[in-house]
Structures are given as structure tokens and as C-alpha cells.
Nanobody, 122 residues
Framework: VQLQASGGGSVQPGGSLRLPCTAS????????IGWFRQAPGKEREGVAC????????SLEESVRGRFIVSRDTSKNTVYLTMSSLKPEDTAIYYC????????????????WGQGTQVTVSS
């Protein structure tokens, strides 16, 4: 079981990025996938998740209207599409999986991918 988050980079405020979370060794469709971020000196926080069976979605309040989480079953990939990025979105972004319900808390998640750095700066 392996997850890989990618697609990070440096963008100006107001810009957009799409982060793929790709799985190998298991079918993402059967798992809830969460996106988390950790900024320097801050605790890790959940920003988005998508459930396994019915694709129900939860978004952290500060990213609603700006971030979208979606699933492409043909590519076994979940995407976090981020737009209208702000400097406070700067963090390392991680994806994680759980055989259960979607949650923005990190504790239920059992498998984590390596993070990808997102930097929003002018």
C-alpha cells in the first residue's frame, strides 16, 4: 500500500495548483482519502476529504469555495484542486487513506503519502 502526493510548487497569490494523490497496491475507490497540510511551526490540519463509496466530501472552512477534491477511478487518483491561493495556504500537503468514513481529523487515517510543498508568495 503506497500513496504518493505530488504537484506542489510555487505560485503567486490568486494562483492555482492541482495536487494528485496516486495509490499503488490498493483501490482508492474503496477508501476515504483525506488531504492535510502542515505549515512551519503549526500543527497538521485537515483541509479536505472524500469518502470511498458515495464520494461525499468535507472541506475545512477556510478552503471552501477555493479547493475542490475529486476522484478519478480510472487513474486510481484523488485530486485536490486549489484556486485563489493565499499566502496562508503555504504548507506541505499530504494525502492519507482510511478504510472508513471521511474525516478531517488525522487520527483515523492509517496510510500516509509523502508530502508535497506548496508555496504561495509574491
Amino acid at each position: 500500500v503506497q500513496l504518493q502526493a505530488s504537484g506542489g510548487g510555487s505560485v503567486q497569490p490568486g494562483g492555482s495548483l492541482r495536487l494528485p494523490c496516486t495509490a499503488s497496491g490498493f483501490n482508492l475507490e474503496n477508501y476515504a482519502i483525506g488531504w492535510f497540510r502542515q505549515a512551519p511551526g503549526k500543527e497538521r490540519e485537515g483541509v479536505a476529504c472524500i469518502s470511498g463509496r458515495f464520494d461525499s466530501i468535507s472541506l475545512e472552512e477556510s478552503v471552501r469555495g477555493r479547493f475542490i477534491v475529486s476522484r478519478d477511478t480510472s487513474k486510481n487518483t484523488v485530486y485536490l484542486t486549489m484556486s485563489s491561493l493565499k499566502p496562508e495556504d503555504t504548507a506541505i500537503y499530504y494525502c492519507a487513506s482510511v478504510s472508513g468514513y471521511c474525516s478531517l481529523r488525522s487520527s483515523p487515517y492509517t496510510d500516509w503519502g509523502q508530502g508535497t510543498q506548496v508555496t504561495v508568495s509574491s
